[in-house]
Protein backbone atom coordinates (compact mmCIF):
# COMPACT_ATOMS: atom_id res chain seq x y z
CA UNK A 1 0.00 0.00 0.00
CA UNK A 2 0.68 3.89 -0.15
CA UNK A 3 3.28 4.86 2.26
CA UNK A 4 4.78 8.33 2.87
CA UNK A 5 7.67 9.50 4.68
CA UNK A 6 8.42 12.98 6.09
CA UNK A 7 11.43 14.67 6.83
CA UNK A 8 12.48 16.38 9.02
CA UNK A 9 10.54 15.86 12.02
CA UNK A 10 11.58 18.92 13.77
CA UNK A 11 12.54 22.39 12.28
CA UNK A 12 13.52 25.38 14.25
CA UNK A 13 14.30 28.64 11.95
CA UNK A 14 14.48 32.39 12.67
CA UNK A 15 12.09 34.27 11.78
CA UNK A 16 11.98 36.00 8.20
CA UNK A 17 13.99 32.52 7.04
CA UNK A 18 12.88 29.99 4.60
CA UNK A 19 11.53 26.47 5.71
CA UNK A 20 11.40 23.52 3.42
CA UNK A 21 9.73 20.09 4.64
CA UNK A 22 9.98 17.13 1.93
CA UNK A 23 7.69 14.31 1.63
CA UNK A 24 8.07 11.12 -0.31
CA UNK A 25 5.19 8.46 -1.77
CA UNK A 26 5.43 5.03 -2.80
CA UNK A 27 2.62 4.49 -4.97
CA UNK A 28 3.00 5.75 -8.41
CA UNK A 29 -0.59 6.10 -8.74
CA UNK A 30 -0.81 8.85 -6.73
CA UNK A 31 -2.00 11.92 -7.78
CA UNK A 32 -3.27 14.72 -5.02
CA UNK A 33 -0.64 16.29 -2.47
CA UNK A 34 -2.03 17.90 0.13
CA UNK A 35 -0.42 19.91 3.34
CA UNK A 36 -1.83 20.26 6.16
CA UNK A 37 -1.24 22.70 9.25
CA UNK A 38 -2.23 21.34 12.55
CA UNK A 39 -1.53 24.42 15.46
CA UNK A 40 -1.62 23.24 19.18
CA UNK A 41 -4.80 21.76 20.41
CA UNK A 42 -6.41 22.65 17.32
CA UNK A 43 -7.64 20.42 14.26
CA UNK A 44 -5.80 20.11 11.01
CA UNK A 45 -6.21 22.37 8.32
CA UNK A 46 -5.75 22.70 4.87
CA UNK A 47 -2.50 25.32 3.62
CA UNK A 48 -1.96 23.98 0.08
CA UNK A 49 -2.34 21.22 -2.41
CA UNK A 50 -0.99 20.26 -5.85
CA UNK A 51 -2.05 17.66 -8.22
CA UNK A 52 -0.12 15.37 -10.20
CA UNK A 53 -0.30 17.43 -13.72
CA UNK A 54 1.59 20.55 -12.35
CA UNK A 55 4.82 20.90 -11.20
CA UNK A 56 4.52 23.68 -9.11
CA UNK A 57 1.78 25.57 -7.10
CA UNK A 58 2.31 28.97 -5.10
CA UNK A 59 -0.10 31.25 -2.55
CA UNK A 60 1.93 34.09 -1.08
CA UNK A 61 4.84 32.86 1.11
CA UNK A 62 3.55 28.84 0.67
CA UNK A 63 4.93 26.87 -2.39
CA UNK A 64 4.58 23.20 -3.12
CA UNK A 65 6.77 21.58 -5.38
CA UNK A 66 6.53 17.91 -7.37
CA UNK A 67 8.79 15.53 -8.59
CA UNK A 68 6.47 12.57 -9.85
CA UNK A 69 9.55 10.92 -11.46
CA UNK A 70 11.62 10.77 -7.89
CA UNK A 71 7.91 10.42 -6.31
CA UNK A 72 9.05 13.22 -3.60
CA UNK A 73 6.89 16.65 -3.01
CA UNK A 74 7.86 19.63 -0.82
CA UNK A 75 6.68 22.58 1.29
CA UNK A 76 8.54 25.55 1.26
CA UNK A 77 7.31 28.45 3.22
CA UNK A 78 9.33 32.10 2.90
CA UNK A 79 9.71 34.83 5.59
CA UNK A 80 8.53 32.84 8.25
CA UNK A 81 6.70 34.65 11.21
CA UNK A 82 6.25 33.16 14.43
CA UNK A 83 2.80 32.57 13.66
CA UNK A 84 4.32 29.97 11.17
CA UNK A 85 5.29 27.66 14.14
CA UNK A 86 2.69 24.42 13.92
CA UNK A 87 3.05 20.76 12.79
CA UNK A 88 2.58 19.97 9.39
CA UNK A 89 1.65 17.53 7.76
CA UNK A 90 1.87 16.30 4.24
CA UNK A 91 -0.42 13.64 2.30
CA UNK A 92 -1.34 11.53 -0.78
CA UNK A 93 -3.68 9.71 -2.53
CA UNK A 94 -5.33 8.98 -5.47
CA UNK A 95 -9.06 9.56 -7.37
CA UNK A 96 -9.44 5.38 -7.62
CA UNK A 97 -8.91 4.12 -4.24
CA UNK A 98 -9.90 6.81 -1.61
CA UNK A 99 -7.81 6.32 1.12
CA UNK A 100 -5.49 9.53 2.16
CA UNK A 101 -2.57 8.32 3.71
CA UNK A 102 -0.09 11.44 6.14
CA UNK A 103 3.31 11.80 6.67
CA UNK A 104 4.24 11.21 10.30
CA UNK A 105 4.96 14.92 10.39
CA UNK A 106 6.92 18.09 10.91
CA UNK A 107 7.32 20.46 13.95
CA UNK A 108 8.07 24.18 12.65
CA UNK A 109 8.83 26.29 15.21
CA UNK A 110 10.48 30.15 13.83
CA UNK A 111 11.80 31.82 16.84
CA UNK A 112 11.72 35.89 16.36
CA UNK B 1 -21.62 28.20 8.99
CA UNK B 2 -20.05 25.35 7.09
CA UNK B 3 -18.57 22.39 9.76
CA UNK B 4 -17.70 19.38 10.29
CA UNK B 5 -19.19 18.09 13.98
CA UNK B 6 -17.61 15.73 16.95
CA UNK B 7 -18.92 14.56 19.87
CA UNK B 8 -17.84 14.10 22.09
CA UNK B 9 -15.30 16.14 22.95
CA UNK B 10 -13.68 14.45 25.68
CA UNK B 11 -14.58 10.61 26.96
CA UNK B 12 -12.73 9.04 29.73
CA UNK B 13 -13.92 5.11 29.93
CA UNK B 14 -13.28 1.67 30.60
CA UNK B 15 -12.23 -1.60 28.68
CA UNK B 16 -14.86 -2.81 27.22
CA UNK B 17 -17.66 -0.15 27.16
CA UNK B 18 -19.14 0.11 23.86
CA UNK B 19 -18.93 3.54 22.81
CA UNK B 20 -20.02 5.83 19.80
CA UNK B 21 -18.24 9.01 18.53
CA UNK B 22 -20.45 10.54 16.65
CA UNK B 23 -19.84 13.18 13.15
CA UNK B 24 -21.87 15.22 10.98
CA UNK B 25 -21.43 17.98 8.37
CA UNK B 26 -23.29 20.33 6.79
CA UNK B 27 -22.00 20.94 3.77
CA UNK B 28 -23.56 17.70 1.54
CA UNK B 29 -19.94 16.00 1.11
CA UNK B 30 -20.12 13.13 -0.41
CA UNK B 31 -16.41 11.86 1.12
CA UNK B 32 -16.16 11.28 5.30
CA UNK B 33 -13.09 9.68 6.78
CA UNK B 34 -11.96 8.75 10.69
CA UNK B 35 -8.53 9.71 11.57
CA UNK B 36 -6.92 8.52 14.84
CA UNK B 37 -3.64 10.70 15.93
CA UNK B 38 -0.81 9.55 18.24
CA UNK B 39 2.47 11.07 19.03
CA UNK B 40 5.03 10.04 16.31
CA UNK B 41 2.64 8.43 13.97
CA UNK B 42 0.34 11.32 12.23
CA UNK B 43 -2.89 10.99 10.94
CA UNK B 44 -3.64 7.35 10.32
CA UNK B 45 -6.75 6.77 8.85
CA UNK B 46 -9.16 4.09 10.32
CA UNK B 47 -12.47 4.21 7.48
CA UNK B 48 -13.83 6.34 4.97
CA UNK B 49 -17.10 6.48 2.45
CA UNK B 50 -17.49 7.65 -0.47
CA UNK B 51 -21.02 7.80 -0.15
CA UNK B 52 -23.88 6.73 1.43
CA UNK B 53 -23.62 3.01 2.16
CA UNK B 54 -20.31 2.71 1.14
CA UNK B 55 -17.55 2.11 3.58
CA UNK B 56 -14.27 0.70 3.51
CA UNK B 57 -11.05 0.24 5.63
CA UNK B 58 -8.03 2.62 6.06
CA UNK B 59 -4.86 1.62 7.65
CA UNK B 60 -6.00 0.60 11.01
CA UNK B 61 -9.49 -0.71 10.88
CA UNK B 62 -9.53 -2.73 13.52
CA UNK B 63 -11.24 -2.79 16.57
CA UNK B 64 -13.82 -0.02 15.23
CA UNK B 65 -16.86 -0.06 13.04
CA UNK B 66 -18.47 2.70 10.87
CA UNK B 67 -21.65 3.11 9.33
CA UNK B 68 -23.01 5.68 6.43
CA UNK B 69 -26.52 5.71 6.60
CA UNK B 70 -27.25 9.01 5.61
CA UNK B 71 -24.75 11.88 4.12
CA UNK B 72 -24.76 13.78 6.33
CA UNK B 73 -23.47 11.54 9.44
CA UNK B 74 -20.77 8.76 9.91
CA UNK B 75 -20.03 7.77 13.00
CA UNK B 76 -17.08 5.43 14.64
CA UNK B 77 -18.01 2.55 16.75
CA UNK B 78 -15.67 0.65 19.01
CA UNK B 79 -17.51 -2.34 20.58
CA UNK B 80 -15.03 -2.92 22.89
CA UNK B 81 -12.86 -0.54 23.52
CA UNK B 82 -9.14 -1.16 24.67
CA UNK B 83 -6.52 0.72 26.38
CA UNK B 84 -4.36 1.19 23.11
CA UNK B 85 -7.52 3.18 21.23
CA UNK B 86 -6.49 5.78 23.71
CA UNK B 87 -5.86 8.55 21.40
CA UNK B 88 -7.04 11.82 19.59
CA UNK B 89 -9.68 11.08 16.91
CA UNK B 90 -10.37 13.54 13.55
CA UNK B 91 -13.50 13.17 11.53
CA UNK B 92 -13.11 15.16 7.82
CA UNK B 93 -15.41 15.22 5.20
CA UNK B 94 -14.16 16.15 1.74
CA UNK B 95 -16.88 16.62 -1.31
CA UNK B 96 -14.95 14.18 -3.00
CA UNK B 97 -11.63 11.68 -3.47
CA UNK B 98 -8.90 13.64 -3.81
CA UNK B 99 -10.38 16.70 -2.45
CA UNK B 100 -9.24 19.30 0.14
CA UNK B 101 -10.96 17.69 3.86
CA UNK B 102 -12.34 19.88 6.49
CA UNK B 103 -11.63 18.99 9.91
CA UNK B 104 -13.80 18.38 12.73
CA UNK B 105 -12.18 19.51 16.53
CA UNK B 106 -11.54 15.94 17.26
CA UNK B 107 -12.43 13.87 20.23
CA UNK B 108 -9.87 13.18 23.07
CA UNK B 109 -10.26 9.10 23.90
CA UNK B 110 -8.65 7.86 27.01
CA UNK B 111 -9.71 4.15 27.56
CA UNK B 112 -8.75 2.92 31.07
Known amino acids: GENVEQHPSTLSVQEGDSAVIKCTYSDSASNYFPWYKQELGKRPQLIID?????GEKKDQRIAVTLNKTAKHFSLHITETQPEDSAVYFC???????????FGQGTELSVKP | EAQVTQNPRYLITVTGKKLTVTCSQN?????MSWYRQDPGLGLRQIYY???????DKGDVPEGYKVSRKEKRNFPLILESPSPNQTSLYFCASSVGVGQPQHFGDGTRLSIL
Open chain 2, 27 to 31: MNHEY
Open chain 2, 49 to 55: SMNVEVT
Open chain 1, 50 to 54: IRSNV
Open chain 1, 91 to 101: AASNNQGGKLI
